[in-house]
């Protein structure tokens, strides 16, 4: 009779997810994934081929925790001012999570900017200011407006700046009037 599964996973993903949200990728070892598991690296190289393998789940795990939890925070009327507060606010409350994702090479920088750039390109086809754009200039104003976004939230996620909502809702419409002539922000 062939012994259960006793090691799922699911199970594992979740603990890799937890380890990189608390220790970034320093600890995103098979050792330390399966330390925190109290088992050995076995369960974990049978359910994944490699740890590269395993970091690739990770990165649509990751994916759905930004677009369902951090970009769903409503705190305007404005859902593109929205996304952007909730990316800074995400820097200022999950600093390490932030860092792992954002500064350390050890996720596929493409995939991991491609969630935000995304996103926002939904939001323009949504927003009356923007949703006549083409398509390159859509990505031209997303670029635009994430120098201001991404560079307060490194510098929040530092330390090197306090966050203050009201100024970076200020930074944000100015960036947003400054790159869409006649665009107005509430």
Not at 45 to 67: G, N
Not at 101 to 119: C, P, R, V, Y
Request: proline share 2%; net charge negative; charged share 30%.
């Amino acid at each position: 009779m062939a012994r259960k599964k006793t090691i799922l996973k699911s199970q594992i993903l979740e603990t890799a997810y937890q380890v990189v949200k608390t220790e970034g990728f320093e600890g995103f070892t098979a050792r330390n994934i399966a330390k925190k598991m109290d088992c050995s690296t076995q369960p974990i190289y049978l359910e994944f081929k490699s740890m590269d393998d395993l970091k690739q789940e990770l990165v649509v795990k990751v994916k759905t925790y930004i677009d369902e939890t951090i970009y769903e925070k409503e705190r305007t009327e404005e859902p593109l001012i929205n996304m952007c507060l909730n990316y800074i606010h995400f820097s200022k409350d999950e600093p390490v999570f932030f860092k792992a994702l954002f500064f350390e090479s050890q996720m596929d920088t493409d995939q991991m900017h491609n969630i935000s750039l995304n996103k926002m390109m939904e939001l323009f086809k949504q927003n009356d200011g923007t949703k006549e754009l083409t398509e390159a200039e859509q990505i031209k104003l997303f670029k635009n407006i994430w120098i201001t976004v991404h560079g307060t939230a490194v510098l929040v996620a530092q330390g090197f700046l306090k966050f203050n909502e009201k100024d970076g809702t200020d930074y944000i419409k100015q960036a947003l009037q400054r790159s869409v002539p006649g665009y107005m922000v509430n």
